[in-house]
T-cell receptor, first 115, second 115 residues
Framework: AQTVTQSQPEMSVQEAETVTLSCTYD???????LFWYKQPPSRQMILVIR??????QNATENRFSVNFQKAAKSFSLKISDSQLGDTAMYFC????????????FGKGTKLSVKP | DTEVTQTPKHLVMGMTNKKSLKCEQH?????MYWYKQKAKKPPELMFV???????INESVPSRFSPECPNSSLLNLHLHALQPEDSALYLC??????????????FGPGTRLTVL
């Protein structure tokens, strides 16, 4: 069975500061993908960043970067220079390579960026 | 352009009504998905279409009936719903490489209320 665990239900950060959201996962597959999605209060789920398990290099998208520790099955998201628009629910998700639709979500972390 | 559109944005219906939700994408994706999301919870997969054929049905009650008229459109027909079916219904799409799904892109959702 595949599982995704986000142990921080809620977090807050001051504007311009850096925050790290935690995610651990479990899978027996060797080929898989990991994602962070953001869902602001306006509700549209937006892809933040994606990591292929076979790539050792951590993915980066502007102010968003991940720390992918494959052996530890850890996939944390770092947000640098936090902005008010980063306030949202963040979901970590796992997808098996070679599968259709099998996107396993964590329970989410609600991030509030304070001015 | 990574846009998935959904109509209507909000829908209120009685338990005896018949209504439909619509989803559209023009990214050339060949896999489309319906998810149900309750408040403060992650999305739950309902159906997956691949090349206009239903490939996954996650044991969804028959009062939900999906339809994929063409590669760009996905409908969800609703009939005799229960109040517990009230939720945000999300559509997503992705490339589909011979059964290997790529990153899913989500629409803004339809907020459904069943009275």
């Amino acid at each position: 069975a595949q599982t995704v665990t986000q142990s921080q239900p809620e977090m807050s950060v001051q504007e311009a500061e850096t925050v790290t959201l935690s995610c651990t996962y479990d899978t027996s597959e060797s080929n898989y993908y990991l994602f962070w999605y953001k869902q602001p209060p306006s509700r549209q789920m937006i892809l933040v960043i994606r990591q292929e398990a076979y790539k050792q290099q951590n993915a980066t998208e502007n102010r968003f970067s991940v720390n992918f520790q494959k052996a530890a099955k850890s996939f944390s998201l770092k947000i640098s220079d936090s902005q008010l628009g980063d306030t949202a629910m963040y979901f970590c998700a796992l997808q098996r390579g070679g599968s259709q639709g099998n996107l396993i979500f964590g329970k989410g972390t609600k991030l509030s960026v304070k001015p | 352009d990574t846009e998935v559109t959904q109509t209507p944005k909000h829908l209120v219906m009685g338990m005896t009504n018949k209504k439909s939700l619509k989803c559209e994408q023009h990214m050339g994706h060949r896999a489309m998905y319906w998810y149900k999301q309750k408040a403060k919870k992650p999305p739950e997969l309902m159906f997956v279409y691949s090349y206009e054929k239903l490939s996954i049905n996650e044991s969804v009650p028959s009062r939900f009936s999906p339809e994929c008229p063409n590669s760009s459109l996905l409908n969800l027909h609703l009939h005799a719903l229960q109040p517990e079916d009230s939720a945000l219904y999300l559509c997503a799409s992705s490339q589909d490489w011979a059964g290997r799904a790529d990153t899913q892109y989500f629409g803004p959702g339809t907020r459904l209320t069943v009275l």
